[in-house]
């Protein structure tokens, strides 16, 4: 942004080679920062209606410095010096390493290559799965003879690929094709792109499917930590992330870890739903599964009444999600019953079995994983119609194959 001619400070020359320098303003030179953010705020408030928020004379970052900061960064063209500015919450000019340029630009792409993926698309979306997988392996091998490994489209590729494997039940080949989906997006996306923590969030799914629970929880830990630090604590997003690291946790049997991560999404869609909507139903439930498998039956049933009212509300008593609810709020409250029982006779009666046969086994576990994330559930049975379209894929290739032995010449 150029400043106006009466600020900057200009070295020009005279006939006689003598050099003068133009003396800055007294209008920026007076300015501190005080008045620039009451400046700000004015604009605000008379262009846009909108008072900012303000604290001790400054105004207040809603996401918080370290994604404002960033934020600001990447707009301008600003790249700082690495170090730690939790305590600081300020950067000064000793701490601008770098100014770079903002250019708009547009990347090429090769024309048939993104014919051969669009068709790909869109015979995924109308469920034709050979078709699709033949097609975009297509479109791939001719994007890595124009780009290179390195390009969006490359990326974008490898998770349609990914996505085709899973949904096959090809859990092995989603894994391969993510991870190089990953690698291309951290390239070139960069780190902190929110494809490439989505990408982290797909493998994460695809692990925790081959039974790699403590590689799945580092992915998603991994993905948490960058949506916290592009998008700040208070994001929508970081509700369906605790509740993958919940879920996830409770495969592991450590319930009450997955508790607090749970407890944390439900605050998250308080914050944002309200208390009757059905995703703060659907977060009481996981907590009160989470409580029971803790044995502690009084406090699940408080989180589990409040999801039964709302289904009630929602869908009426007859629905199938009201009647499970409330079968479970039942469990609840016998096996309540049989602790406190216990607890006044324990030296008559034995321990009563305190596992809930309803807490959740890693099939369901799975399949909530791929509802919160809104995902295909995991082909844990293949149908019919799976089978057909890899016996398709296998008849193609033979057919191929002999065509080249035909043609061949020995």
Not at 47 to 69: A, E, H, Q, W
Not at 77 to 83: A, D, F, M, W
Not at 269 to 284: I, L
Not at 348 to 375: G, Q, R, W, Y
Request: charge should be positive; glycine fraction near 4%; include cysteine.
């Amino acid at each position: 942004m150029d400043l106006p001619m009466d600020t900057q400070n200009k070295k020009k020359k005279n006939k006689k080679g003598k050099v003068y320098v133009r003396e800055p303003s007294s209008t920026w030179s007076s300015s501190t920062s005080r008045s620039i953010h009451n400046s700000i705020c004015e604009i605000a408030m008379n262009k846009f209606g909108y008072s900012l928020p303000t604290k001790d004379g400054r105004i207040t970052m809603p996401l918080g410095f370290i994604p404002m900061t960033r934020l600001i960064c990447r707009a301008v063209g600003i790249q700082l010096v690495l170090r730690d500015y939790t305590d600081n919450q300020h950067f000064t000019e000793s701490d601008v390493m770098n100014l770079f340029p903002i250019v708009k630009h547009s990347n090429p792409r090769a024309k048939d290559a993104s014919k051969l993926k669009e068709l790909a698309e869109d015979r995924l979306s109308n469920g034709y799965l050979a078709e699709s997988h033949e097609l975009i392996t297509e479109a791939l091998n001719t994007m890595l003879q124009v780009y290179g490994p390195l390009h969006s489209d490359i990326e974008s590729s490898h998770k349609h690929l990914a996505h085709i494997s899973y949904l096959f039940g090809r859990i092995g080949q989603a894994v391969s094709h993510q991870k190089q989906g990953l690698l291309a997006s951290e390239r070139v996306l960069g780190v902190d792109h929110y494809e490439t923590i989505y990408c982290y969030v797909y493998l994460a799914l695809f692990a925790h499917n081959l039974a790699q629970s403590t590689v799945a929880l580092r992915l998603m830990y991994r993905a948490k930590f960058l949506l916290q630090l592009i998008f700040g604590p208070d994001h929508l997003e970081q509700a369906a992330f605790d509740i993958n690291i919940g879920l996830m946790l409770q495969t592991k049997g450590d319930a009450k870890n997955s508790q607090k991560f749970l407890e944390s999404a439900l605050k998250l869609h308080k914050k944002f739903h309200g208390t009757g909507s059905v995703q703060v139903a659907m977060c009481n439930i996981l907590v009160a599964r989470a409580l029971a498998a803790n044995a502690d039956f009084r406090e699940a049933m408080k989180y589990q009444k409040h999801a039964l009212d709302v289904y009630t509300e929602k869908y009426g008593e007859e629905d199938k999600r009201t009647k499970d609810c409330e079968a479970f709020y039942s469990k609840l409250t016998q096996k309540a019953v049989e602790l406190q029982k216990w607890l006044q006779n324990k030296e008559k009666l034995a321990l009563p079995n305190m596992t809930v046969s309803e807490v959740l086994p890693d099939s369901t576990i799975s399949e909530m994983l791929a509802t919160v994330n809104a995902s295909p559930p995991p082909p844990l049975k293949l149908n019919p119609a799976i089978l057909r379209q890899r016996k398709l894929i296998k008849r193609k290739k033979l057919m191929k194959r002999s065509k080249r032995l035909k043609t061949r010449k020995f």
